[in-house]
Each structure stands twice: as structure tokens, then as C-alpha cells.
């Protein structure tokens, strides 16, 4: 393992410029699962010093998405499914709870109707372009927790969508899993709306359930068909 990095203020800053340009070409498929990565190439990718580099890229590896190979280097995370699916079931843990609260709270505010808006909207006006609807769907996870007011679950959960980040992408390579998303998004909502927390919770594990089952179906021929799109 390479030696450890001091953080100092002087490298900092480039440290994150690194660190978040390296995470969005992983989420971007510019860098695919299971892909050896040298320090050099990094350094003229990102443009930074070794220095900077090497803070960058351990965060990314205490992050879980990369990994160090003694002797030859670096590798993206390769797709561990079982990990995957531990945390697919924390995160339902956290969701569940979030749902709870909201249907036992105030569900008068302006986090919660722009979630209408989204996904209560008329099928006309449904969103099919894949990363766009990757990014909503993320939000609209991330703002449920949000709008339950817990900000400690609310860290642990930005930090579990992060890690599946990648695969949760994939999810929406066809248009039944995008209009599915819509029907069971808007689902949740009106079940929220309504203060039946039995239902909302029923909805949301089954939903977020179906999602780990399209994980575990992805395939090598999937990311090389991402990463064809990525860079086409």
C-alpha cells in the first residue's frame, strides 16, 4: 500500500480538484470498473502533482472506489454485487424510517413539492433522457431523507448513494425502467400525501427491492455500452 500523504493547506485544494474530477469519470464510465490506472497518466488527466494525486487517490480508496494493487498500482473498484447489496439494504433501512417520519410530520413544504411536481407531472411530460433521469431519481432518494429532518441519517445515506452511484445509472437504460420509476416515484408520494405510512413503506422497500434485482443483472457488455455512449 502506498505510503501515507500528509494533508497540508498548500495541496489541498488541488487534493479535491483530483478527487472529484477522478469520481465523476468512474460515475461518468470514462473509467470502468476493474480498470488498471497509473499515478503518471492521472496526474496529466487531472492535471496536478503527484503530491495532490496521492491524497486524492487515497479518499478515493477509503471511499470504496478505487482500490491499491501492490506493485502495479491503482484499479477502479471492480462491481461486487454482495457488497452492493449490503448497501442497498441500509439504504432502505434509512428510507424507511425517513418515510415514517413524514407521514407523522408536517408534509407542507417546498422539498416535498417540488418532488410533486416531478413526479406527479403528466406522462407527457416524463423525462427519458438516461443521465438526466439517473440524476432525479438520486434527488429524489436524497430528498426524502432530507425532508425527515434527520441530518445524521441524512449524511450516512448521501454517502451510500455515492457508493452506488455507478450502477444506479445503469438502472435506467430503458425506457419500462424510467416509466416504471415515474409510476412508483409518484406512487410513494401519494401514499406519503395521504399519511398511510404502512403503504408508503411497502411501496418504497418493494421499489428500492427491484432495483437491487436489476443490479445484480448487469453485465460487461452493459458498461462497455455506457462507457460507447460516454465517450460517442
Known amino acids: 500500500m502506498p505510503s501515507i500523504i500528509p494533508m497540508n493547506s498548500e495541496f489541498s485544494s488541488l487534493a479535491e480538484h483530483a478527487y472529484a474530477q477522478i469520481k465523476q469519470k468512474i460515475f461518468n464510465f ?5 480498470d488498471l ?15 495532490p494525486l496521492r491524497q486524492a487517490l487515497q479518499q478515493l480508496q477509503h471511499g470504496g472506489f478505487i482500490k ?6 491503482w484499479q477502479v473498484a471492480p462491481l461486487d454485487f454482495d457488497k452492493l447489496d449490503e448497501l442497498y439494504d441500509f439504504r432502505i433501512l434509512i428510507e424507511l424510517n425517513a418515510v415514517n417520519a ?8 417546498q422539498i416535498f413539492k417540488d ?20 440524476i432525479l431519481d438520486e434527488q429524489f432518494h436524497t430528498l426524502l431523507v432530507k425532508a425527515s429532518g434527520n441530518e445524521e441519517m441524512l449524511k450516512t445515506h448521501s454517502e451510500i448513494t455515492e457508493r452506488i452511484k455507478i450502477v444506479r445509472r445503469l438502472d435506467f437504460t430503458k425506457n419500462d425502467r424510467i416509466n416504471n420509476t415515474y409510476d412508483e416515484h409518484g406512487q410513494i408520494i401519494k401514499a406519503i400525501l395521504a399519511g398511510r405510512a404502512a403503504e408508503a413503506q411497502r411501496l418504497l422497500k418493494a421499489h428500492i427491492e427491484q432495483s437491487k434485482i436489476e443490479v445484480r443483472k448487469i453485465t460487461l457488455g452493459m458498461l462497455q455500452d455506457a462507457r460507447k455512449q460516454a465517450v460517442g
Open 37 to 51: 490506472i497509473s499515478e503518471g497518466n492521472l496526474a496529466k488527466l487531472v492535471s496536478v502533482s503527484r503530491t
Open 30 to 34: 470514462e473509467m470502468m470498473p476493474g
Open 115 to 134: 418532488l410533486q411536481k416531478i413526479w406527479l407531472a403528466p406522462k407527457s411530460k416524463r423525462n427519458f433522457n438516461t443521465l438526466e433521469v439517473g
Open 68 to 73: 491499491s494493487i501492490p506493485k502495479i498500482g
Open 102 to 109: 413524514l407521514c407523522n410530520s408536517n408534509r407542507d413544504n
